[in-house]
């Protein structure tokens, strides 16, 4: 099945260590129930380059897992670390590894011990999920518990050759919804990437005509 549409949960936390400053995507959130193994290599792909965009920042991809590195094996995780190989296949230049859990991929401490010599534990920002389960369960733990300033849903259509022009997907965002929540930033520190990410999606509702 072509890969046509792909949901995206961008949050910003507010005195957070990990990710940027407390920013992250997850991806997919909401819309490719069971993706293939190539699904989720183009979904790698596609979220770092949007995250760039958006955030203006470097992206580090973790490829989720229950294991870390091969802590556990079983058809889950070897179709992630397929997934993982493809995607960094597809786009070398950008940091992306697994298979990784969520500890390894954000707390240094537990990388340096599970994942040494990784280029994306400890610092991930982008979360890859192997299924829409693990995906929108992330998703709304986080929304519920994190106590997030800013979080978006986008929803993308995709261009249809994503296997040999996956970077085509970062600049051809041709739907949009979005679910910005009262964003009123009480302190000035650390919260001009927020602003930045709040600022961006106005300006694609504009360009966009949604």
Do not use: W
């Amino acid at each position: 099945m072509q890969l046509s549409h792909l949901l995206f949960f961008i949050i910003a936390v507010p005195d957070c260590e990990y990710g940027s400053d407390g920013t992250f995507l997850f991806a997919d959130s909401g819309m490719v129930e069971m993706p293939s193994v190539e699904d989720v290599a183009n979904i790698a792909v596609i979220s770092a380059k949007t995250f760039e965009l958006l955030v203006q920042d470097d992206p580090y991809v973790a490829m989720l897992s229950y294991s870390t590195k091969g802590s556990a094996h079983s058809k889950l995780t070897e179709a992630t670390i397929a997934s993982t190989k493809l995607a960094q296949e597809l786009a070398p230049d950008i940091p992306i590894d697994g298979e990784l859990q969520v500890d390894a991929a954000i707390v240094p401490k537990v990388a340096a011990s599970k994942a040494p010599g990784s280029p994306v534990a400890g610092k991930a920002n982008v979360f890859i999920f192997p299924d829409l389960n693990a995906g929108n369960i992330a998703y709304k733990i986080a929304q519920r518990l994190a106590k997030p300033k800013l979080m978006a849903l986008l929803l993308r259509d995709l261009p249809s050759q994503l296997m040999t022009c996956p970077e085509a997907a970062a600049t051809k965002t041709l739907s949009v919804l979005l679910q910005l929540h009262a964003f009123r930033p009480r302190h000035r520190t650390n919260n001009l990437k927020r602003f930045y990410i709040y600022k961006h999606f106005r300006k694609l509702f504009i360009d966009f005509h949604i």
